[in-house]
Nanobody, 120 residues
Framework: QVQLVESGGGLVQAGGSLRLSCAAS????????MGWFRQAPGKQRELVAA???????NYADSVKGRFTISRDNAKNTMYLQMNSLKPEDTAVYYC??????????????WGQGTQVTVSS
């Protein structure tokens, strides 16, 4: 069994920073792409940033220049550094990873989500 656990969410004032972490654990054979998604109340879940196993990144236009995604493959951990936060960044942030385990081929896994609230 594998799981993704997010941490680092919280309440911050506009202009502030937060750093999210996502740790993968369990019988992991390999991790392909990883990404951060978010879902605000009444809105669909959207991709925030993604990173390949080789380190290639892409970002939603709304966060370019403010957010930085990274990963530590040795630790099976992904990060999202969020700077210059805006109230519209308020959402539940979810970690996603495309992983293969000892017993299954690549599948998408999700974390439980972590709340980020930015006050104006």
């Amino acid at each position: 069994q594998v799981q993704l656990v997010e941490s680092g969410g919280g309440l911050v004032q506009a202009g502030g920073s937060l750093r999210l972490s996502c740790a993968a654990s369990g019988s992991i054979f390999s991790i392909n792409a990883m990404g951060w998604f978010r879902q605000a109340p009444g809105k669909q879940r959207e991709l925030v940033a993604a990173i390949t196993s080789g380190g290639t990144t892409n970002y939603a236009d709304s966060v370019k220049g403010r957010f930085t995604i990274s990963r530590d493959n040795a630790k099976n951990t992904m990060y999202l550094q969020m700077n210059s936060l805006k109230p519209e960044d308020t959402a539940v942030y979810y970690c996603n990873a495309n992983m293969a385990t000892r017993w299954s081929t690549y599948s998408d896994y999700w974390g439980q989500g972590t709340q980020v609230t930015v006050s104006s």
